[in-house]
């Protein structure tokens, strides 16, 4: 059963860094894209980094400058290291991954549980 784990989370100062993983493990035959995804309270989810499996990556214009997505192919894990934190920047986020696992014929999109981002001002 594939999942993915998030860690990272937590309480930061207004400034401050923080840097978000998520490994994703269990009977897993190949790795697409991986992105980081965040939700706010009464917000809907949006996009704030993707990297595909070559390296490509993609930022919202909110993030861009402040957050660096990477990943270790070989430990099919993605981070987020994200500087300059704002208050708004506070929210829940999410990582997916585009998943072969070795039960399934085709890719699909798990997604993890989440970790809590809050900065306070």
């Known amino acids: 059963q594939v999942q993915l784990a998030e860690s990272g989370g937590g309480l930061v100062q207004a400034g401050g860094s923080l840097r978000l993983s998520c490994a994703a493990s269990?009977?897993?035959?190949?790795?697409?894209?991986m992105g980081w995804y965040r939700q706010a309270p009464g917000e809907q989810r949006e996009m704030v980094a993707t990297?595909?499996?070559?390296?490509?990556?993609n930022y919202a214009d909110a993030v861009k400058g402040r957050f660096t997505i990477s990943r270790d192919n070989a430990k099919n894990t993605v981070y987020l290291q994200m500087n300059n934190l704002r208050p708004e920047d506070t929210a829940v986020y999410y990582c997916d991954g585009e998943i072969l696992a070795y039960s399934s014929a085709r890719f699909r999109t798990f997604w993890g549980q989440g970790t809590q981002v809050t900065v306070s001002s």
């Open positions: 990297i595909s499996s070559g390296g490509n990556t």
């Open positions: 269990g009977g897993i035959r190949g790795v697409n894209a």
